[in-house]
């Protein structure tokens, strides 16, 4: 019974492929071809990848990894713009889900918390969420921690940073974050997550404000890195 029922619904409203629009079975977010289709980084197997040495340039961080590169005209491009301004928030979670399984018997797993980057109140209010969100909770679910996702904030309204270039991006982030309880975070290894690291201008800015608090080391993970500037 419950599979014509099943049957009928997705007959009557189709569920689809985000990414390949393929119709697929009910709450499926992505079909089995475009998850393998995915340009995997692999960057957490890795003590020196071009991410970590990117953020190290600027911020002493433990490690960091992303999970996908982002590809100009892309599968990921595609599915990061509709996380990010089409309010399909489940990619975020299927982004957690497959970064989390890679991180469970790596040098991640270490961490006390996940703490994403946040947007500012005025954003996320016109936005109606983060697109970070679920990629956090997912995260930290399956390395079996915390997502504190109201501690590190965002004080000042930058503009867009997709358009300006890595000193730029510097000058426009800088002062931008500050931590609600230092205390909270005192001792506390920190995996700070974003969707898409371009120059690692914004990450490292809000590390560099994690790690004033006493004992504090950082880690990083994002959904996507971005080998070159996005246009």
Known sequence: MITVLNDLLQTLFPTYCLGCRRTVPQKTTLCLHCLSELPITNYHLSTSNPLLKLLNEITPVESATSLVFFEKQGLVQQLIHQLKYMNKEQLGSVFGGLLGEKLL??????????????????????????????????????????????????????????????????????????????????????????????????LSEAANCLLQIEGVDVSVATIAFAMSPLP
Request: charged share 25%.
């Open 105 to 202: 018997d790596s040098s991640f797993s270490t961490c006390d918390y996940v703490v994403p980057i946040p947007l500012h109140r005025r954003r996320e209010r016109k936005r109606g969420y983060s697109q970070v969100t679920q990629f956090g909770q997912q995260l930290a679910k399956q390395l079996h921690i915390e997502c504190i996702d109201r501690n590190l904030i965002r004080t000042k309204a930058t503009k867009t940073l997709v358009r300006l270039n890595k000193q730029e991006r510097v000058h426009q982030i800088k002062g931008a974050f500050s931590v609600v309880n230092p205390s909270f975070f005192i001792k506390k290894h920190i995996l700070l997550i974003d969707d898409v690291v371009t120059t690692g201008a914004t």
